[in-house]
């Protein structure tokens, strides 16, 4: 196992790079990185749209979180696939495309969490403001959202987590990263098949565990603060 | 672009959906008994007082849930046989060697997370309820009956049902060792006939329903059995 990963440990974490495209553990957490960076705008108005007082506006909301929820990422991965070129008219490299279906994906988890952290401060905070005078863009603005985002953290670490693993499915439309890494290097290999995969798992394993604990050592100093005694 | 979905009844398209549909079924029912028993044998495994055996069991849990699910297929499917006994490895080929492997799979990937569900379902409950109970004089089985177990299903069934939820869309990611699934047929036929459209519809279709289904089963739980139900 040590071999594997002391001749192939700069492709298992960048890839082919500089000489190609990045790719590797490097490559994942990019698309992880992006993937959740760019769904969390659309997630935060999803999540105020599912407490909304307009009950069109909260269907819509309801139908989007259900469907990206309930179907596999490799059947939004090959619709977006089949539908971006489609859309844009042209090709579109396979990493756009695996990020388009997984800030869909995760825009629907996100958006769950966002409503929870919304929900799980008191009512009294946003009748509150808007008593005192504050819009409503201005309450969620400066009262509801400022308090929700804090207490949502370790959730969204966990997303994190979350998303990480999801993205290692993505190599079947030929993405580079550490799943990706990992084909080449058995298929250069062939005959330590074990050991190959059991590195890839250790590299998966090193940075999900360690974003674990942080989101538990996160989620105990909220609640501390919370409680007051920090 | 115009859409048409007849083709699915000319040749063997529809049989192939079928046989996929069908496939996806049997991987999730059969991921989901062994998951369920092993997270059951994993539960009762956490009560043996030795600690390098319980960071052992940590580990290996650990592992499952922080890993991703195609990864551990992968390492199951081409890494596993290199170390299997000889005996063992000609039994699992006898039959579907692919499903068999994304069967162990699936179901020591979701027996991690169910363990986890089931335990914290568990220590949710005061020991002084037990105590409790049994000092007004109820037997231990009327003490599980009537006063563990209603609080503690309560607790774990919602997450269960989510993990169901998860298991069922990860069976489509057996598709990568070629076990014959809704996705993997889905994949095949887009590559014959190029109708993306139609056969995505459809595989999006079943997904949706399971998924509906599944949801609607936990909503009904939870709102018939609340877990805050002292209220």
């Known amino acids: 196992m040590l071999d594997i990963l002391h001749q192939y440990g700069t492709m298992f974490l960048i890839g082919s790079w500089p000489n190609g495209p990045i790719g590797g553990f490097a490559g994942t957490l990019i698309l992880a990185g992006l993937g959740l960076g760019l769904s969390f705008p659309i997630a935060v108005v999803l999540g105020l749209a599912r407490l909304s007082v307009f009950e069109p506006v909260r269907w819509a909301a309801s139908a989007w979180v259900i469907v990206f929820r309930g179907i596999p990422l490799v059947m939004i991965i090959f619709w977006a696939y089949f539908i971006v070129p489609v859309l844009t008219g042209t090709t579109v490299p396979a990493f756009l495309t695996a990020l388009c279906a997984i800030v869909f994906y995760e825009s629907a988890f996100l958006a769950e969490i966002v409503r929870a952290g919304i929900q799980g401060l008191p009512r009294g905070q946003t009748e509150a403001s808007r008593a005192a005078g504050l819009s409503y863009v201005q309450t969620m603005r400066y009262v509801v959202l400022p308090q929700a985002l804090t207490n949502m953290l370790p959730s969204l670490v966990n997303q994190f987590v979350s998303t990480i693993k999801a993205t290692s499915i993505v190599y079947v439309i030929g993405v580079n990263e550490v799943t990706f890494a990992a084909q080449q290097v058995n298929s250069i290999e062939l005959t330590h098949a074990l050991q190959t995969y059991l590195v890839l798992a250790g590299f998966y394993f090193a940075a999900c565990y360690a974003l674990s604990q942080l989101a538990q050592l996160l989620e105990r100093r909220l609640t501390r603060r919370r409680l007051g005694l920090a | ?231």
Not at chain 2, 156 to 161: G, I, S
């Open chain 2, 1 to 231: 672009m115009s859409f048409d979905f007849a083709f699915l009844t000319s040749g063997n398209y529809g049989a192939l959906i079928l046989g996929g549909v069908l496939m996806t079924f049997r991987l999730f029912a059969s991921a989901w008994v062994l998951g369920m028993l092993i997270a059951l044998v994993l539960v009762g495994l956490r009560g043996v007082p030795l600690k390098p055996f319980q960071w052992l069991l940590s580990l290996l849990i650990e592992y499952h849930r922080n890993v991703p699910t195609v990864v551990q297929i992968m390492v199951w499917y081409f890494g596993m046989p290199q170390i299997l006994p000889r005996e063992l490895r000609i039994w699992l080929n006898q039959g579907d060697t692919e499903f068999m492997f994304a069967m162990i799979a699936l179901a020591l990937n979701v027996s991690a997370f169910m363990a986890q569900d089931i335990l914290s379902g568990m220590r949710a409950i005061p020991s002084t309820q037990v105590e409790a109970a049994r000092s007004v004089g109820l037997s231990v089985l009327m003490t599980l009956r009537y006063v563990t177990l209603p609080q503690a299903i309560r607790i774990a069934v919602p997450p269960l049902v989510n993990r169901s939820l998860i298991l069922f869309k990860d069976t489509s990611l057996a598709m990568v060792i070629g076990v014959g699934e809704l996705t993997y047929q889905v994949r095949a036929i887009e590559n014959l006939t190029f109708r993306s459209f139609e056969v995505f519809a459809v595989a999006t279709g079943v997904y949706l329903s399971a998924a509906l289904i599944l949801m609607a089963t936990g909503a009904v739980f939870a709102r018939r059995f609340p877990a805050d139900f002292r209220r």
